[in-house]
């Protein structure tokens, strides 16, 4: 048995036509969009809105700015709109298209953060199965998928009136609560890292993301052989092993468009 494993496609639809030559099944753990295109800043959903220029002053301020000072200048982009949440709209539309008629069949998807998984039934097609919080037998072994990413704590979702875009964040109980429903899982497929800090850290944002201790546990608990991952995209460490399970990052598949493949 070959699956392949992609994560973080952020709109490279060619690759992902790809992606599945070769394989038994594809595997697709989230963040499909390309919103905010950080190398090719004419590119995205906010280089389409709102040119190069005023993309590479967001990433600028990403990287060297404060928390406050990105949120302020990313509003006052949204401010020169007249209808933002319409224009999202449109162009997470447009990009799904043709993101989920690049699949091949058979797929297992969940979303990532920068995904809007509440639209995504009027885009997958029959070879497309929606898996997020299922088990799913492929091959004879048990798959478990849980999607999205998981708030720091201590932050609390407030909606926004008027906010053109939300990401697909959860509480950490949320998210826990959706990793207690995964049972005997052989292949645990998400699209945060386990909270092991060398698979967490990035080290071009020379920062940590937000891993999960709840599938830390699950790991210890129920033994996967395979942990595979991605939202991280510049990891200090692709792999580590918990126990007998292999912890895998599978890549940023926008840059390598490489699918990670497991056999069995």
């Known amino acids: 048995m070959r699956v392949h494993v992609v994560s973080d496609v952020h709109g490279n639809a060619d690759a992902l036509k790809r992606a599945g030559e070769g394989a038994d099944a594809l595997v697709v753990l989230g963040d499909l969009l390309d919103f905010v295109d950080y190398h090719d800043?004419?590119?995205?959903?906010?280089?389409?809105l709102f040119g190069a220029e005023k993309v590479g002053e967001f990433a600028r301020l990403r990287r060297e700015g404060t928390r406050d000072q990105t949120v302020a200048y990313s509003r006052s982009l949204w401010a020169t709109?007249?209808?933002?949440?319409?224009?999202?709209?449109?162009?997470?539309?447009?990009q799904y298209s043709t993101l989920f008629a690049s699949m091949t069949a058979p797929t297992y998807a969940?979303?990532?953060n920068v995904d809007e998984p509440s639209v995504w039934p009027e885009f997958a097609g029959a070879g497309v199965r929606l898996v997020d919080g299922e088990v799913v037998v492929i091959g004879g072994l048990r798959f478990g998928f849980a999607g999205g990413a998981v708030l720091p704590d201590g932050v609390v979702p407030r909606p926004r009136k008027g906010a053109a875009w939300r990401p697909y964040l959860r509480t950490r109980a949320e998210f826990d609560a959706a990793v207690a429903q995964l049972e005997q899982v052989e292949v645990l497929c998400t699209h945060i890292p386990p909270a092991v800090p060398e698979l967490t850290y990035d080290v071009i944002a020379r920062r940590s993301e937000v891993g999960s201790a709840a599938l830390v546990e699950l790991i210890r608990e129920q033994r996967p052989r395979w942990s595979v991952f991605g939202h991280v995209h510049q990891p200090l460490a692709a792999r580590r092993r918990v126990g007998r399970t292999e912890c895998r990052n599978v890549g940023h598949f926008k840059e390598t468009g490489q699918p990670y493949v497991l056999r069995w």
Request: net charge negative; charged share 25%; hydrophobic share 40%.
């Open 110 to 112: 969940i979303p990532g």
């Open 81 to 94: 709109l007249d209808d933002p949440a319409a224009a999202v709209h449109e162009a997470v539309h447009e």
């Open 41 to 48: 800043h004419d590119k995205g959903i906010m280089g389409t």
